[in-house]
């Protein structure tokens, strides 16, 4: 269904140069009364996260077109308290064509509404900047269908999504020509956490010399134990390698078919550490199919 009455206050905004896998933030301060209705509506190129108050929202840009833009409602009443909030936006600009994405120009659009009163717009004075965490620029790719892979290092995360950081500046408006169409299909249900269990765990030693993540996952020599034996990992609790071992690796199985997103809860002693994770559809013996799902699934996130 094609919506007119939508963003007509709202331009559509990026960082002044853009660039192929690019990850950008951007924050918004509006004022709210408790107890009314209050919603966001949102759409980007490529992809964008939201949180308010330092609370996730909800995140995943429907895959559209340039001529059949999709936008998302989002409800923010259960995040919002009376008086100041602040948005955090993190937007991903994918910037190449792949069987999930269409390229057109980099931009995010929205507005908070509440009883026909706009909050907030996206605008010229809607502050942004390139995000720290995330790397931008050229990255392999999972696949040259599904795009870019990631990194991320946590250590440079400097809080942004809770209080003022430096770095921000105004947003550059973008000359984009959009007609809006509201998602035609249900969005993804955040549901209660559902516990994988850890199968498989042990230690590893590089293979050598690497020059992405996949191939320094292909190349380490792995040795498992099963997951009820004390050695090295006691119980899968206390995650440390042996003498001589240059890490610790795990495989982790849901039990089920299913999906969402992956969430690992780590207690880190020290600074320092590099997680590498790969998806995979088969576990044989302890080695991840590359037959059945080949290509640069691994991700590389640092704390």
């Known amino acids: 269904m094609k919506e007119k009455e939508i ?20 924050v918004v301060a509006f004022a709210a009364k408790q107890g009314k209705e209050i919603v966001l509506r949102i759409s980007a190129d490529t992809n ?18 340039p001529h059949y833009k999709v936008y998302d409602e989002l409800h923010l009443e259960a995040f919002c308290h009376a008086g100041k909030n602040r948005m955090a936006i993190l937007c991903c600009y994918a910037g190449e064509d792949s069987s999930t994405y269409c390229k057109a120009e980099a931009g995010l659009i929205f507005e908070v509404v509440s009883g026909g009163e706009i909050l907030a717009k996206s605008g010229k004075a809607t502050l942004s900047r390139e995000d720290r965490g995330y790397r931008s620029g050229a990255v392999e790719k999972v696949t040259p269908q599904l795009g870019h892979t990631y990194y991320y290092d946590a250590t440079r995360d400097d809080g942004w999504k809770e209080k003022d950081a430096c770095g921000f500046s105004e ?24 516990a994988g269990k850890m199968c ?47 890490g610790v690796c795990f495989i982790a199985d849901m039990g089920e078919e299913t999906a969402g997103f992956a969430l690992l809860d780590l207690e880190v002693l020290k600074t320092g550490l590099k997680i590498s994770a790969v998806q995979a559809v088969s576990i044989t013996v302890g080695l991840l199919s590359a037959v059945i799902f080949a290509g640069n699934t691994r991700k590389r996130y640092a704390i």
């Open 7 to 26: 963003f007509r206050q709202s331009e559509w905004i990026w960082l002044a140069n853009s660039k192929v896998n690019q990850y950008a933030d951007f």
């Open 48 to 65: 964008y996260a939201v949180y308010l108050n330092g609370k996730y929202v909800y995140s995943g840009q429907y895959p559209d077109y």
């Open 171 to 194: 947003s550059a408006v973008v000359a984009k020509s959009c007609v809006f169409y509201v998602r035609p299909v249900r969005r993804l249900q955040i549901k209660e956490d559902a």
């Open 200 to 246: 498989l765990q042990g230690e590893y030693k590089n293979g050598g010399e690497a020059n992405t993540v996949a191939e320094h996952m292909d190349k380490a020599f792995l040795r498992f134990v099963h997951a009820e034996e004390k050695m090295p990992l006691p119980c899968g609790k206390e995650l440390r390698s042996g003498t001589g071992a240059d």
